[in-house]
């Protein structure tokens, strides 16, 4: 775990950051979170993501496409169309700016350039600080490639005429990735870990208004469906449990890194947390300016 080695990397992040202890970060903090699908963003930064806009900060969630695939009762428009409304609903949900759909298609995404300005213009519109991000090893060639597009655009985002049409970014954002279980070529290092009970709830009611995912596709596919409640209370029961288990394995796993973050009775008392890990293609940000970033430990 790399957890708190990025000290040594302090001075780097602060010629990112202009020389000063908290540069050009501006405030409100805005942060954009870019996912595959309808439902990726939501799922690892669901938590983050309502503190952050309980506090008065910006947050914008983005699915590269529009996950009209992702069932095995319907698809196309039809499908594309439930998907955006229900991360539409998640938004609401969480209080966040907004929810952006991109219209390409589910399991068509590719790493091209036309793809690559339209992710480095969304930063750069929202002059983000800082920016969420899949890892690049993943099963899901969506999920690759939407963080294939996020590193590509991370250099170009910061340079005057590429996609001129839009304010460059002056200072490069913080971008971190979220955690994932996948090992190889390298697994998950986090740097960063919150604990956030105190939204889990509405975290988890999100995960059920994702119905078509969580409820419907998910289920399907994984051979679980019989086991999906009927009535609405029950069924929201079981998603909000299943979430519950995950962000809690998450929490229980890297105990040590909330303990470090939190101090000991704070660290120890956490049942549920979301992790991120620093990409080396942002800023470079010390154990200070991530505490500006995730301003929650105090």
């Given at each position: 775990m790399r957890g708190f080695q990025l000290a040594a990397t302090a001075l780097l992040g602060l010629l990112f950051f202009n020389g000063s202890a908290l540069g050009q970060v501006s405030e409100p903090l805005r942060i954009i979170a870019f996912g595959g699908h309808p439902d990726d963003c939501e799922v690892r930064a669901s938590g983050v993501a309502a503190m952050w806009a309980a506090m008065g900060h910006k947050v914008k969630f983005v699915s590269v496409t529009n996950g009209?695939?992702?069932?095995?009762?319907?698809?196309?428009?039809?499908?594309?169309?439930?998907?955006?409304?229900?991360?539409?609903d998640c938004g609401r949900i969480l209080g966040i700016e907004s929810s952006v759909v991109l219209d390409n298609h589910d399991g068509e995404l590719m790493p091209t350039l036309e793809n690559?300005?339209?992710?480095?213009?969304?930063?750069?519109?929202w002059q983000a600080d800082i920016v969420l991000s899949p890892r690049p090893n993943d099963y899901h060639p969506d999920h690759r490639y939407t963080a294939i597009l996020v590193q590509d655009a991370a250099f170009m985002v910061t340079v005057p005429f590429f996609?001129?049409?839009?304010?460059?970014?002056?200072?490069?954002?913080?971008?971190?990735y979220y955690y994932d279980r996948f090992q190889k070529?390298?697994?998950?290092?986090?740097?960063?870990i919150v604990g956030i009970d105190d939204v889990s709830g509405k975290k988890y009611e999100c995960m059920a208004a994702l119905r078509s995912q969580f409820s419907d596709w998910n289920?399907?596919?994984?051979?679980?469906l019989e086991e999906v409640p009927k009535d609405e209370s029950g069924r929201k029961a079981y998603i909000a449990d299943r979430f519950a288990r995950r962000d809690a394995a998450v929490a229980?796993?890297?105990?040590?890194?909330?303990?470090t973050w939190y101090g000991p009775e704070r660290g120890q008392a956490f049942k549920y947390a979301e992790a991120f890990e620093v990409?080396?293609?942002?800023?470079?940000?010390?154990?200070?300016?991530?505490r500006v970033l995730f301003p929650f430990f105090d």
């Open positions: 009209d695939i992702g069932h095995y009762e319907m698809a196309g428009g039809p499908l594309a169309l439930r998907r955006t409304a229900e991360v539409e690559r300005k339209t992710i480095a213009r969304l930063i750069r519109n996609t001129p049409d839009t304010p460059r970014v002056v200072d490069n954002p913080v971008i971190l070529p390298n697994p998950f290092d986090p740097d960063i289920a399907w596919h994984g051979g679980y229980d796993t890297w105990r040590d890194l909330l303990v990409s080396e293609y942002g800023s470079q940000p010390s154990i200070e300016q991530l």
